[in-house]
């Protein structure tokens, strides 16, 4: 995301639940295999080596550690959890063998050169190399399969929680854009002009009366909606200026710059109502004389672009609260992430820029 163009950027959390699964599961493991070399040792009066079979299985789970640190390094680089199934099977698959070739060897070098246990030809053996690779592969595989779980259950859990994130920031901006349109100052505009206009003009009355209504469907449809049809948020622009301009008559021009084959493009809602209403707000509505807004939407590559410029002056430094743009931005991050800007700028010939850039979808959205 950016602002004023530049970039926002958020630091990626520390996973500590992957640590704490990880020293939790390996310190399990040793603790088994410590009491398993004890019960052992009273059995055969061992005691002398239990000391150094101790150190060995701690020397194993430390190496075991390593290796599965390792794996969940190359899973998380190559993005293996983001893969269609046929594609993550091969991988996990190989992963898989790896380690636990890793962790047999791993037993082999401890116990020649720690446990003396068994001569080397006899550990070097084909048959005793496949009996530890299937053990050791066998708690590998174990580990994926707790790991994929865990990952599983805390994808869901985030994509819940950003799902009733997203719906409350949209029902926010809904009721946002509700309060812009029709907050008290605005409707007694309305109504002011619609009293004049009945006597004087009883058709262009009836036009002000559908364009209203009009607007205020459109909110209250597309306020349970995540993406909607860009021909749809143009026509409730284009009433919502012809509302306001009843009022400014001759201090505000409108011009479009709107290719018709984008009309089924879809959306965030009240993405260009945003730009607009800011635009009328702090730039037209402030000049005596009034000004033009230039609402322009266009295609390049593989994303869309909705641009505003108004007659105004950019002072100071913009706030995303001062200039209401906060909302959008959140919900643009939680839809897109960093593949949506929003650009606040100084224009030539005292006017002001604001764009918003998101990625295009495959299909437009249904009436």
């Known amino acids: 995301m950016n602002m004023n163009g530049k970039e926002i950027k958020r630091a990626a959390p520390i996973d500590r639940s992957y640590w704490i699964c990880q020293l939790a599961g390996w310190t399990t493991f040793f603790l088994f295999a410590a009491a398993e070399a004890w019960a052992l040792a009273f059995r055969s009066n061992l005691s002398p080596r239990l000391s150094r079979v101790i150190g060995a299985d701690a020397l194993f789970c430390s190496g075991g550690l390593v290796v599965t640190h390792l794996l969940y390094l190359r899973m998380r680089s190559g993005q293996w959890l983001r893969m269609p199934l046929r594609a993550l099977w091969p991988r996990i698959s190989a992963g898989v063998a790896l380690a636990g070739w890793l962790l047999a060897g791993l037993v082999v070098l401890l116990n020649s050169l720690l446990l003396h246990t068994l001569p080397v030809r006899d550990l070097v053996r084909p048959r005793y190399l496949f009996v530890l690779w299937v053990s050791y592969s066998s708690v590998i595989v174990f580990w994926m399969a707790l790991y994929l779980a865990i990952h599983e259950f805390r994808h869901r859990r ?115 109502q945003t730009l607009v209403e800011n635009a009328l707000k702090h730039g037209i509505s402030r000049r005596s004389d009034g000004g033009e807004i230039t609402i322009g939407v266009r295609c390049r590559d593989s994303v869309v672009e909705l641009e505003v410029v108004n007659t105004g002056e950019l002072t100071g430094n913009p706030s ?46 249904s009436r």
Request: charge should be negative; aromatic fraction near 4%; hydrophobic fraction near 40%.
């Open 320 to 365: 995303p609260e001062g200039i209401g743009l906060r909302n959008a931005q959140e919900r643009l991050q939680l839809l897109y992430g960093d593949k949506a800007t929003i650009v606040l700028e100084r224009a030539p010939n005292n006017h002001v820029r604001a764009a918003i850039t998101v990625p295009r979808q495959g299909a437009g959205v």
């Open 158 to 272: 985030i994509t819940e929680v950003q799902t009733l994130r997203l719906e409350l920031v949209a029902q926010e901006a809904q009721l946002r854009g509700l309060r812009a349109q029709i907050n008290p100052h605005f409707l007694f505009n309305c109504l002011n002009s619609l009293r004049e206009l009945i006597v004087e003009n009883p058709q262009g009355a009836q036009m002000m009366v559908t364009q209203l209504s009009g607007l205020l469907r459109y909110s209250l449809q597309s306020n349970h909606a995540e993406l909607v049809r860009l021909a749809d948020e143009v026509q409730a622009v284009k009433d919502y200026l012809d509302l306001e301009g009843v009022r400014l008559e001759e201090r505000l021009q409108v011009h479009w710059n709107i290719s018709s084959d984008l009309g089924n493009v879809p959306i965030p809602p009240m993405l260009l």
